[in-house]
Nanobody, 115 residues
Framework: QVQLVESGGGSVQAGGSLRLSCAAS????????MGWYRQAPGKQREWVAT???????NYANPVKGRFTIARDNGPNTVYLQMNSLNPEDTGVYYC?????????WGKGTLVTVSS
């Protein structure tokens, strides 16, 4: 059974930082590309960042230079370090795994950034 469990969300003031974690089980973690998506209130889910199995990472323009995605294949965990947060970063953050066009999703963790 595949499980992606996010943690680390919370409330923070603008300019602050948070680190999200996603613990994966039931997948061949080291083979999967791992990613983070977010969904703001009233908006569609959007892609935030991806890290490939080989470690190459890519970021959406709004978060470039502020967010860092990393993976640790030992504990099967992917992280999202978020710095210089602003209210537009508010939303539910979802962990994603992808291998050969098969996607799995976590249930999300809420991030709230106040001005």
């Amino acid at each position: 059974q595949v499980q992606l469990v996010e943690s680390g969300g919370g409330s923070v003031q603008a300019g602050g930082s948070l680190r999200l974690s996603c613990a994966a089980s039931g997948i061949s973690f080291r083979l999967n590309a791992m990613g983070w998506y977010r969904q703001a209130p009233g908006k569609q889910r959007e892609w935030v960042a991806t890290i490939a199995s080989g470690g190459f990472s890519n970021y959406a323009n709004p978060v470039k230079g502020r967010f860092t995605i990393a993976r640790d294949n030992g504990p099967n965990t992917v992280y999202l370090q978020m710095n210089s947060l602003n209210p537009e970063d508010t939303g539910v953050y979802y962990c994603n795994s992808r291998l050969a066009s098969v996607d799995y999703w976590g249930k999300g963790t809420l991030v709230t950034v106040s001005s």
